[in-house]
Structures are given as C-alpha cells and as structure tokens.
C-alpha cells in the first residue's frame, strides 16, 4: 500500500441524515467512504472489503453499537480494526467504559465537532495505512531472507562440489604418484620422506573430503535425511565425544523435496553445533517425525542450559546459530521453542507444516539402523 492509496471508512448509522453528515464531514480526507444502515449490513461490508476504520452509532435496531463492536472483535480479521462510536444518548461514564471493553478505540459524543472528528478518523487511517506498508515490507524482507539462505545453500553445493572435484582429484592424483615412486627401490632417507608425504597428501585428501560434506552431504541428496543426520551425528560423536541418538518416526521416514530437507537437516546441524560449543553435554538426543501434515524436529542435550535471554529470544542474546534457526524456521511458517529442562539441559523444538509444494511423492528410504 503507497502513501496515497485510499483506504475503506465504514459509516454505520440506521440514520440516512446522520450518514450524509459524516459522509460531508469526512469527504475532505480523499478516502473511501463507506456507508451501512445496520449491523447486518455493516458485517456484510467488512467479510468483502479491507475496512481501516469503522464509525458507528451506539443505538441501533435489532443490533446495537456494542454488540456489533463485540461481534467484530470476535473474528481474527478484525481484531486491530478501529472502531469509533459516536452517541447522544449513551453518554455516562459507564456507557463510555462498556464501549471500550468492546473494542472502541474512541468514542465521540454528539453534537459532533467535525474538526476533531476529521482528526481522529485520520490519525486511525493514517496509522492502518503504516501498518499495512510496514506487513508488505516485513514479508519482501522475509522473501529476501528465504532467498538469501537458499542461496547460500546453493552455494554450499557448489563449493563442496568443487571441493571434492577440483582440490580432492588433484590431491589424489597426487598421491597416485609419490605412491608409485615409494614402490621402487629408493635409499633409507628419500623412502621415509616419500612415505611421509604420501601421509600428508592422505590427510589432506580426508580434510578437503570432510569438509566438503560438512559444507553439503552429499547423502542428502544422495539417499535422504536420514543417512545425512546418521553421518553427521556419527562424525561429530567421534569429533566431540557426545553420545548422539537419532530417532527418525515413522521407520520408513519418506523423502521429502530438496529445500525442505535441506532446512530439517541444517536447523538440526545448527542445534548439535551449540551443543559441542556451548552446552557442556555428554549426551544429546535428535527426534524427526512426520506426522497430521507437519514435521516435528527436537534436539535434547544434558548440558548446563541457556540464559534466559535466549530463551526469550532476546536478540542482543542470540549467536549466529539460533538466529539462523529461527529464519530457517520463519521462512517455513514454523515455530521454534526453547526450554531447559528441569533434569538438566536445553530442548529445543520446531514444527514445520508440510504443505505440498515441499512434500514429494518419493518412495520410502531403506532404514538405517544403529545410530551414535
């Protein structure tokens, strides 16, 4: 919505006179005016139309201001629109507070003052307009996001793929020769500096592979989540120590589309990287289930917790690693939960809803047994 887009005032009063007043007092803001003649009519215009501010009249036949306001308020569509009543008979305080716990944002009584009841009627127009500019770039922004992390992991790929093609091949081919100039006869000191630069070239060989499928496994793409989150735990109980499980439910977990395996995978690398990091444990328990349409992901530690800030998620608390889980989990219309745990701890859980355009018609995975 631009700056000079009109937007829809809804005018309810089972008084014509009273609607052609508001209507002359109004008209001079250059939005749209839209008029109602009873309660009926008034809920039938605001199903059909983005309505920013509605003024109403308190006393109305067979639905009067209030219960109309209450009605309003009750539908999830409605519930920041701003109601203004206007009366000449409810004029008691009491009167005044039964409007407000029904949802009026201000209430005007007559003889009405068209100055301020142009100024108010404004400021609520002007304030829904804001707000609708502030959604429309709060979702080009979300867009931006998701497409920024799905390039990166693009380019994730693409670096592990050249890791593995270019770096590892020329490294091997390497290797292929210092081993085949070992196998001749050579004098003691040049045999022992052959065999250890053939070691050299082996270890490289392991690091340009390792890091290589840290960066994008190529299981995953290969054979599914399951074989990728089985490598990894496996790798990084040998790397740290911590004692992984990994429960995928149900057994024949099914394949799902690349990016949504992709951000499952990720949001659970992200999750055990602050556990060897951070949190102390020697245990840690991964749970994906795919269940009612949705996937839940949870990731258990025995560690020492988080502070409180992280918990409430806190942005000057928050480290590169939740913050990522949280956009990673925000571009899917997820949620994210983090708690310790009263036994000593931290859970974090996250639930994705599996629409179809992530979902894949794939034949189930061979399941994978034993876990770290």
């Known amino acids: 919505m631009s700056n000079h887009e009109k937007i829809n005032i ?23 005016l839209i008029k109602a003649s009873s309660g009926k009519e008034a809920l039938e215009q605001l199903l059909k139309t983005d309505i920013a501010v509605v003024l109403m009249d308190v006393s109305m036949p067979d639905l009067d201001g209030f219960e109309l306001a209450e009605m309003i308020r009750q539908h999830p569509r409605f519930q920041k629109t701003a109601i203004i009543f206007i009366s000449a008979v409810h004029l008691t305080d009491m009167d005044r507070v039964k409007g ?35 959604e429309v770039l709060n979702r080009e922004l979300r867009s931006l996001s998701g497409r920024l992390l799905t390039m990166q992991d693009e380019e994730r790929r693409r670096f592990a793929r ?13 290797k292929m020769v210092v081993d085949a100039i070992h196998l001749h006869d050579q004098p003691g000191e040049e045999h022992e500096a052959l065999a250890q630069a053939s070691s050299l070239i082996e270890g490289a060989i392991q690091q340009v592979r390792s890091l290589s499928h840290l960066m994008h496994p190529p299981l995953l793409d290969e054979i599914g989540l399951r074989a990728a989150l089985l490598w990894y735990s496996e790798g990084l109980t040998k790397r740290s120590g911590i004692a992984i499980s990994v429960e995928l439910d149900p057994d024949d977990f ?12 990720r949001i659970i690398q992200e999750a055990l990287t602050n556990v060897f990091r951070h949190s102390g444990a020697r245990k840690c ?16 530690d025995n560690g020492k917790g988080v502070a409180e800030g992280i918990l ?20 899917c219309d997820g949620s994210l939960r983090i708690n310790n745990v009263e036994s000593g701890g931290t859970l974090i859980e996250v639930t ?12 189930p995975v061979l399941k994978s047994t034993g876990s770290a």
Not at 285 to 300: E, G, I, K
Not at 352 to 358: H, N
């Open 10 to 32: 809804l005018m309810v009063d089972d008084q014509p006179a009273k609607l052609l007043s508001y209507e002359a007092i109004l008209d001079e803001l250059g939005e749209n």
């Open 100 to 134: 407000y716990q029904r949802g009026a944002v201000d209430y005007i009584s007559v003889p009405v003052i068209p100055e301020l009841l142009r100024a108010k009627v404004s400021v609520f127009a002007d304030l829904h307009r804001k707000t609708r500019q502030l």
């Open 352 to 363: 994705i809803p599996v629409s179809r355009e992530l979902a894949e018609a794939a034949q």
């Open 254 to 265: 099914p394949r799902f589309s690349k990016d949504l395996e992709t951000v499952v995978f």
């Open 312 to 331: 409430q998620f806190r942005p000057e608390c928050l480290g590169i690693g939740i913050s990522g889980i949280r956009q990673r989990v925000k571009e």
């Open 285 to 300: 328990w991964v749970a994906v289930a795919n269940r009612d349409n949705q996937m839940t992901v949870s990731v258990r």
């Open 162 to 174: 050249e890791l593995h093609d270019g770096l590892g091949q020329e490294l091997s081919a390497a």
